[in-house]
């Protein structure tokens, strides 16, 4: 059994979602609204780009479980099976394989 993080793949497409949408909104306020403003939202929508860098591949709040089972052959039949769980948006994956040997 192995537990391992990794990143929700719900999560992951709502958050580049929201990265475009900010960008969008950035270049659309261009020269619309006051420097300060215009600053304020670039500032957001890069503070947002750099959270996303830094999950690299790792969110804590997303959990997989990777498992063999524990005698390998059981039954005349090989398994394996894997699990992923996200504690934010509720995503849940399972997936077992199977094969007669």
């Not at 709502?14 to 619309?32: C, D, I, S, W």
């Not at 690299?56 to 990777?66: A, K, M, P, S």
Request: aromatic share 12%.
């Amino acid at each position: 059994m192995a537990y391992k993080w990794a990143i929700c793949p719900r999560c992951n497409e709502e958050n580049f979602k929201k990265l475009k949408e900010m960008t969008k909104a950035v270049k659309a306020a261009y020269g619309k609204v006051s420097l300060v403003e215009f600053n304020k939202l670039s500032k957001e929508a890069e503070d947002f780009k750099d959270q996303l860098k830094l999950l690299n591949g790792v969110d804590e709040r997303f959990t997989t479980l990777h498992e063999v089972h524990e005698q390998g052959i059981h039954d005349d039949e090989y398994c394996v099976s894997y699990r992923g769980s996200c504690k934010v948006c509720n995503f849940k994956f399972e997936y077992t394989y199977s094969q007669k040997v």
